[in-house]
């Protein structure tokens, strides 16, 4: 044992733990812990952001694109608030995360001091735990079981809050190792039961979704499924749990599900459900599978033991990671089955139905670019969005054939894309890095530009310009047509605002000029922001707003 100040244990410990990146936005309760990084800069990177919104959604990006705990640093009151997001979207989303937050010193602790939260109960319901040091001596403990929390069960975030003279003290203690990760295995027993279940079934499906997957299981998943001839749904926004490609996949459920694969879900027999929690944008609201007792058979595959009967009762729950399940599963013999062949069948006919693009008229025919950007896209590119209905595109018309390569907000935070990206682009810079941001959606973040500027990164971010909160707008002209209000935008010039930070801009009008300006991009050493002006009507992959209003009006008269 050596004297240390306690920055300098809490980063040893980080990088002992596995720690590559920390994002942050630098604030004076941390102090002790910035110095700590500047001694280690060689081992651990620590990557300044110009909000903490931004910072946190990087860290959360980080847990999806590895399965560690992401790490963000934030300062005491404001920057904690500003950091919740991030710590909302990893709570929904089940991503490994460890948010420390600088605290007031430990003698002004319950007097209102400046900026003083009490976090625990701020963050009680957000976070998987939440915990605050105040004996400097344990911070190798509480820094264990942070990590050991954020990667166990269904996985998630963890609140670690720092009183500033903590990190300053000096003390000796000894370093604790890392924990070993915990891992949920299925029965033999249960596997047993659950192939005799799909044996017997004439309409299976199985769902794929959630947090803790790898490359590897994602393969042994499709052998699985080729064994049997199971045909393969994916969880919202979860497409890369299998090839897109693969003739068994037959379609994404979520906020763009076809009417044909929501009737395809409903008319299952048995439904073998591995990761996803089911919650509301998986299940069309608890419809297409019902709660709290679905029509179908259910299986339902969790890690956390806690999800299971939570919200639907399963015919069949198994406690397992998503890894260790198929890791069993794949040992298990084959069993005589029923012949899947012509469901499976149709439900890909139904799925390649879904992928052809509407045209619209409109010079800019976003159908034609999703063609473009796929042909010019690695099968390894990473793609990332936030919320609206521009995410439609690429959910209902880009193939994603690797796993992690889809990073987007389980949650519907909107803003998420663009520190996504930069955070993707930290991980992995020889990798494409596409961000999809709806005008709205782009300027809650896109100040982070300037982080990835400063740091060398290159991700290109599409920019869909529509004037308006597109996906309230729909909503607003559904329910109460004509009577627009609060989602009207005013927009700078995107592809100047992206060249005033140093970046890359271009404008695209039509639907041939997207593959030069996309070639571009590609080349391009530093940030590219593709600002792509379309028609407001054109509001979604399936209907104008007009057509939308009108049927709304019509309804109303009738």
């Not at 050596?2 to 920390?22: Q, W």
């Not at 009490?118 to 190798?140: C, L, N, S, W």
């Not at 060249?499 to 991009?521: D, H, M």
Request: proline share 5%; net charge negative.
């Amino acid at each position: 044992m050596v004297v240390r100040t306690g920055g300098r244990i809490l980063v040893d410990h980080l990088i002992a733990y596995g720690a590559k990146v920390s994002y942050c936005v630098p604030g004076e309760s941390f102090l002790g812990a910035l110095d700590a990084f500047y001694d280690s800069a060689e081992q651990i990177s620590l990557i300044a952001c110009r909000h903490e919104g931004g910072a946190a959604n990087m860290a959360e990006a980080y847990g999806k694109l590895t399965g560690e705990p992401g790490i963000c640093f934030v300062t005491r009151g404001p920057g904690a608030t500003n950091a919740s997001i991030g710590l909302h979207t990893a709570r929904q989303d089940s991503t490994p995360m460890v948010l420390f937050i600088g605290h007031v010193s430990r003698e002004q602790i319950g007097r209102e001091a400046f900026q003083e939260i009490d976090y625990r109960r701020m963050f009680g319901e957000v976070a998987k735990h939440v915990e605050q040091i105040d004996d400097t001596k344990r911070i190798p403990e509480v820094v264990a079981r942070a990590f050991a929390i954020a990667t166990s069960g269904r996985k998630g975030p963890v609140v670690v809050v720092l009183p500033e003279d903590v990190l300053t003290e000096c003390v000796d203690v000894a370093d604790v190792p890392r924990p070993a990760r915990v891992s949920a295995a299925p029965t033999s027993q249960a596997i047993d039961q659950l192939l005799a279940d799909l044996s017997a079934a004439e309409r299976p499906l199985m769902v794929v979704g959630g947090s803790g997957w790898n490359d590897e299981a994602r393969v042994q998943a499709q052998r699985f499924a080729e064994a049997y001839g199971l045909p393969v749904v994916a969880g919202f926004r979860c497409q890369d749990r299998f090839d897109n490609a693969h003739p068994l996949y037959v379609g994404e459920l979520g906020t763009s599900v076809t009417p044909d694969l929501k009737a395809r879900v409903s008319q299952a027999d048995f439904l073998l459900v591995v990761g996803d929690r089911l919650g509301e944008m998986t299940t069309a609201g608890y419809t297409i599978i019902a709660s709290p007792v679905p029509t179908q058979k259910l299986v339902h595959v969790h890690a956390g033991a806690e999800e299971l009967g939570r919200v639907h009762h399963a015919d069949l729950a198994i406690n397992a990671d998503v890894a260790a399940f198929f890791d069993v599963l794949s040992a298990a013999p084959v069993v005589e089955h029923n012949d899947w062949a012509e469901w499976a069948e149709a439900g890909r006919a139904e799925f390649e139905k879904g992928r052809v693009a509407r045209a619209f008229g409109t010079e800019l025919e976003l159908g034609a670019v999703m063609e473009q950007l796929s042909a010019l896209a690695d099968d390894d590119a990473i793609f990332t969005n936030g919320a609206g209905n521009y995410t439609a595109w690429l959910q209902r018309h880009y193939l994603f054939r690797q796993y992690p390569t889809q990073i987007a907000p389980l949650s519907g935070a909107m803003g998420y894309g663009v520190p996504a990206a930069i955070a993707a682009k930290s991980l992995f810079p020889d990798r494409q890095v596409f961000c999809f941001a709806g005008d709205g959606c782009f300027m809650m973040t896109s100040q982070e530009i300037a982080t990835a500027m400063h740091y060398g990164l290159n991700p290109i971010f599409i920019v869909f310009d529509n004037g308006i909160y597109g996906t309230i707008r729909m909503h607003q002209e559904r329910e109460y047509p004509e009577r627009v209000v609060a989602t009207e935008l005013t927009n700078p010039d995107f592809a100047a605002y992206a060249r005033s930070f140093g970046a890359r801009g271009i404008t695209v009008n039509k639907t041939e000029e997207f593959t030069p300006a996309l070639q571009q991009a590609l080349a391009s050493d530093v940030p590219t922001v593709l600002h792509l002006v379309i028609q407001p009507d054109v509001v979604s992959v399936r209907a104008r707003l007009s057509e939308i209003r009108a049927a709304s009006l019509a309804k109303a008269t009738a």
